[in-house]
């Protein structure tokens, strides 16, 4: 009832299993070529997301700023000076972040993996909270 199929290779064809040395070594070209390209992109792309992450700290630490200087303007005593508030200022920034040295009053550097920033710390007023901002990089 069914016929058996029969498979035909195309006249002047054989079979091929694998690949010549010639391919392969197009195939290795093709690599090294994407590869070339793809490696400083990875390492740009890693060196930017370091400097990215430390600009979202410094927006970090202004947040935090102005948490302490609310919190001590709505305290029983009120605003009393610029070293009470840096004192309440969180400068912790998680396990992959340090200072060096620890920040001051004034500011500070703040590293994070090979990548550092120098920052200062304009002080709070009554009427203000402190700012922190890039010095250099």
């Known amino acids: 009832m069914f016929k058996e199929t029969v498979k035909f290779a195309p ?6 299993h694998g690949f010549n040395l010639l391919e392969l070594i197009v195939i290795l ?6 590869a070339a390209i793809a490696v400083p992109k990875y390492f740009d792309f890693s060196s930017r997301a370091s400097e990215n992450l430390l600009n979202a700290a410094i927006i970090e ?5 102005k948490l302490a200087f609310i919190e001590t303007k709505k305290s029983k005593d009120g605003w009393v000076n610029d070293q009470f508030v840096f004192s309440r ?4 920034m998680g396990p992959d972040f340090h200072w060096g040295p620890n920040p001051k009053k004034k500011g ?3 590293h994070y993996k090979g990548q550092k920033v120098k920052l200062e710390r304009i002080f709070s007023t009554n009427s203000s909270a402190g700012k ?3 010095k250099d990089k």
């Not at 070209?29 to 994407?34: F, P, Y």
């Not at 630490?61 to 700023?65: A, D, F, I, S, V």
Request: proline share 0%; glycine share 12%; net charge neutral.
């Open 132 to 134: 922190w901002i890039v």
């Open 29 to 34: 070209a093709v690599i090294a070529i994407i």
């Open 11 to 16: 006249i002047g064809l054989k079979c091929q």
């Open 89 to 92: 200022v969180n400068t912790d």
């Open 108 to 110: 500070g550097t703040l």
């Open 61 to 65: 630490l202004n947040g935090r700023e």
